[in-house]
């Protein structure tokens, strides 16, 4: 069973930065790749930024060069560092590992997530 523990949100005003956390059990954190998502009101849930197992990272246009994700194999946890918050990003984010098929993170091209999605954690970006 995949186990996974999202915090790390909270509300900030534009330019500010927060760093989400995720904690995964052992046998899920060293095996797969893990990914953040985020879900804003009325949206349908967007892959942000996910990281292999062997440090190749990807993030989604809207990220780029504000984001970073990272993982800690000795706490089991990988991280989404986020800088230069913009309203845009206010969602409730989550994480999640995932079945890479080929490097593409698309489920139409086999990728697959493996856990349950919880109750995330919100962002709130004020302007």
């Not at 949206?43 to 989604?60: D, N, W």
């Not at 706490?75 to 230069?84: A, I, R, S």
């Amino acid at each position: 069973q995949v186990q996974l523990v999202e915090s790390g949100g909270g509300l900030v005003q534009s330019g500010g930065s927060l760093r989400l956390s995720c904690a995964a059990s052992e046998s899920i954190f060293s095996t797969y790749t893990m990914a953040w998502y985020r879900e804003a009101p009325g949206k349908h849930r967007e892959l942000v930024a996910g990281i292999t197992s062997g440090g190749s990272t990807k993030f989604a246009d809207s990220v780029k060069g504000r984001f970073t994700i990272s993982r800690d194999a000795a706490k089991n946890t990988v991280y989404l560092q986020m800088n230069d918050l913009k309203p845009e990003d206010t969602a409730v984010y989550y994480c999640n590992a995932i079945l890479l098929v080929n490097g593409d993170y698309r489920e139409d091209r086999g990728s697959r997530t493996l856990g349950s999605w919880g109750q995330g954690t919100q962002v709130t970006v004020s302007s």
